[in-house]
């Protein structure tokens, strides 16, 4: 095959951040994607649809001249989103869904959740008016493993999260392991899954062998190849409970390449060419389109894209670095690394 034409995808989960990084990175995701379910993790975060109506006129502003590049809003819950907040994010028309953060387990999740009974009438109004929970599916416990926390957070809090809120819809998101795939897809048809490309390419050697790589550095944190293998086989499998979420991450090059470097990786420049790079690799390039394009408008309730993108194969380089705020550079995954499809203009 030496050409994929394919309903234009959505990005289900991606990071824009605010001004000057807002204006860096939106054209790159406005290329590829039709829309994009934005996260709220600013600082401070959009925690009001008051908030995210504000941050979404700073993205449309930030678009190219005609692009019609969709920003669907969300809210950042915290311990004291009160029922009503919710209320008003659905009649605001803009919000989509509402982001769990357990407190400190990411980039900026310091007003995260210390305890989910604090926000359980939050979540009732949720499931009543069919607003989705998105959630960062990671515990933060001193005790657990890095590389465990994703399994132990399905124990400790997505199954008594199901079992008190059945009705409620929820994805998984940016899921690391065979445990949440296996969790997801066993699970009834309110619950999905986002898988990021880079999570379907790598696994923990490519961040550790050979020299510490801060750029394949992200939470939740690359896992072993069994994981990958499980998360590729998902991805694949056809099933409307798995689509594309990038979770791309910007940070600065500085603010990765450091003694404490932040955590994300910045995959929007090449986003849906990673993407088939690794549906190629499955023998699955005929189930790409399902998994960018079709399955998260279903699971969201909302229209499919009606415009195509065109990929073909022909290879490019990345860039080593790219303009990003205040005078920084950004460095994007693959950087300087050459790439075997690439979507046409
Ligand atoms: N994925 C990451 O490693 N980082 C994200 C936060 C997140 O999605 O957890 C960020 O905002 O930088
Ligand atoms: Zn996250
Ligand atoms: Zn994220």
């Not at 004291?80 to 357990?102: F, M």
């Not at 880079?198 to 939740?220: A, D, E, Q, S, T």
């Not at 394009?293 to 909302?302: C, R, T």
Request: charged content about 20%.
């Amino acid at each position: 095959m030496t050409t994929i034409t394919l309903t234009r995808p959505d990005d289900w989960h991606l990071h824009l951040r605010d001004g000057e990084a807002l204006a860096a990175v939106v054209p790159a995701s406005a290329r590829q994607m039709g829309r994009a379910i934005v996260m709220p993790n600013l600082v401070p975060p959009v925690t009001t649809a008051e908030q995210a109506r504000g941050y979404r006129e700073r993205i449309l502003a930030a678009r190219p001249q005609g692009s019609a590049f969709e920003p669907l809003m969300t809210l950042y819950l915290t311990d004291n989103t009160p029922a009503e907040e919710i209320e008003r994010a659905v009649e605001s028309g803009i919000v989509q869904a509402v982001k769990l953060y357990p407190a400190g387990a990411t980039t900026n999740s310091d007003s995260g959740v210390t305890d989910l009974a604090h926000c359980d009438a939050a979540i009732a109004a949720m499931a009543r008016l069919g607003l989705p929970l998105l959630v960062h599916g990671e515990v933060t416990d001193a005790d657990i493993d890095i590389f465990d926390r994703e399994s132990v957070f399905i124990e400790r809090v997505m199954k008594p999260l199901r079992e008190r809120h059945p009705d409620l819809k929820v994805v998984f998101e940016h899921i690391t392991t065979s445990d949440a795939a296996e969790f997801v897809a066993q699970a009834p048809s309110n619950v999905a899954a986002t898988i990021t490309a880079h999570h379907l390419l790598f696994n923990r050697n490519h961040m550790l062998v050979g020299g510490i790589r801060p750029h394949y550095y992200c939470l939740p944190i690359l896992k072993r190849e069994r994981h990958r293998e499980a998360l590729l086989a998902a991805a694949t499998s056809g099933s409307g409970k798995f689509f594309l979420g990038t979770d791309s991450a910007p940070h600065a090059q500085g603010d990765k390449e450091t003694a404490c470097g932040c955590a994300g990786a910045y995959t929007a420049p090449a986003a849906i060419e990673l993407y088939a790079t690794a549906f190629e690799q499955a023998g699955a390039l005929d189930r790409l389109e399902g998994f960018a394009s079709h399955h998260g408008p279903d699971f969201y309730g909302l229209p499919r894209n009606t415009d195509t993108i065109t990929l073909v194969r022909e290879e490019w380089t990345l860039p080593p670095s790219l303009p990003y705020a205040e005078g920084r550079r950004i460095v994007p995954l693959k950087a300087g690394e050459t790439l075997a499809w690439r979507m046409l203009d």
